[in-house]
């Protein structure tokens, strides 16, 4: 490999709204956040396990499903240097 060449890192299977957050670094937190939190939301909604919860109850969770990883990264694009 060429001392220039970056090794691809792959996207983890599961993470968790922190990890996304230092994955898309530089993007601010709260811009982050937002993102997978609207797209964790929209998933949920029509999922039998969550529909008597509220929108907060919904997106109060730490960990992102793989789906909802997925969908993120093909709306916002993939952080240099990962693919899936």
């Known amino acids: 490999m060429d001392s ?4 691809i890192l792959k996207i983890p299977y599961v993470l968790t709204k922190n ?3 230092r994955l898309c670094h530089p993007l ?3 811009k ?4 997978i939190n609207t ?4 998933i949920r909604k029509k999922q039998e ?10 997106i109060g969770t730490h960990q992102i499903e ?3 990883i997925i969908e993120y ?4 694009g993939l952080p240099p240097g990962y693919e899936f």
């Open 4 to 7: 220039q060449e970056k090794k």
């Open 28 to 30: 601010s937190e709260h």
């Open 32 to 35: 982050v956040r937002n993102r």
């Open 66 to 68: 793989r789906i909802e």
């Open 49 to 58: 396990a969550y529909k008597d919860l509220t929108k907060k109850q919904i």
């Open 19 to 21: 990890e996304l957050v």
């Open 39 to 42: 797209i964790i939301y929209d």
């Open 73 to 76: 990264f093909e709306t916002y």
